[in-house]
């Protein structure tokens, strides 16, 4: 129990939540959120439940950390590879990638104040698995976890982290509607010379259709979507089963061949 009391500290205090806060949040009182973090009171499962959706991952990534993919920047291009096992390789190219699409997400809807951290996760997501079911070609790339609150890009955490400390983007805690939300403001504009014409379609067309929506909205948007319902909690969601979706979904057109 201590173990997981210190989870919760660590995860409540990268979040820039207050016991207080995280007391409200889970319609207890302040010093049952203490005794939970030292070790002292049993957690129920539907606590379980409410504290992964607060930190956004799975109940199983808050008992067993440890258990969850290491993220690894190559230093060298390398062939392409993922693996569902505990290291994830992050190729150069699709770091890059990643960085551009995200600092130009942020740059065109990344001032509005539904815009945090798991809004993003679902934006990346739709452009993600969109241009994959229209190309057939990968355009992050980024590996997509299913959790009870929709998709979440494993690589996230460790993109975002260097970008900070290369003046790239700045993390803001705010509140939305009392919620607490961790958002992310450019610093610079995208090299959209990195950004195909197809790419920044597919990503403006997301933008155009989800961008207005609040976490719980397109959380549940996501929840529709066959590749989140055909996989088990917690497991990597196959790019593969976009190919299956439902015409709400689909963005391609099957009989002309996209």
Known sequence: ??????????????????????????????????????????????????????????????????????????????????????????????????????????????????????????????????FYEKYEEQLIGATYQKNQYGPTPIEFGKIVDLMIQEGEIIVVKDEYFRYPKTKYLPKKVPDLTKLKANEVEVIDRVLSRLSDLNAKQISEYSHRDVPWLTTEEGEIIDYESVFYRTPEYSVRDYEDGF
Do not use: W
């Open 1 to 130: 129990m201590a173990h997981l009391g210190q989870t919760i500290k660590k995860m409540r205090e990268a979040l820039g939540l207050s016991q207080e806060n995280l007391a409200d949040q889970l319609g207890i009182s302040r010093p049952s959120v203490s005794q939970m973090e030292n070790g002292e009171r049993r957690i129920c499962a539907e606590e379980l439940q409410k504290l992964a959706g607060i930190f956004n991952i799975t109940v199983d990534h808050l008992l067993n950390p440890e258990r969850q993919p290491r993220i690894v920047i190559q230093e060298k291009q390398e062939p392409y590879k993922k693996s569902t096992a505990l290291r994830i390789s992050v190729p150069q190219k699709n770091l890059s990638k990643f960085r551009e699409v995200l600092l130009y997400i942020l740059n065109k809807v990344g001032a509005k104040p539904n815009i945090g951290e798991t809004v993003l996760y679902k934006l990346l997501y739709f452009v993600d698995f969109d």
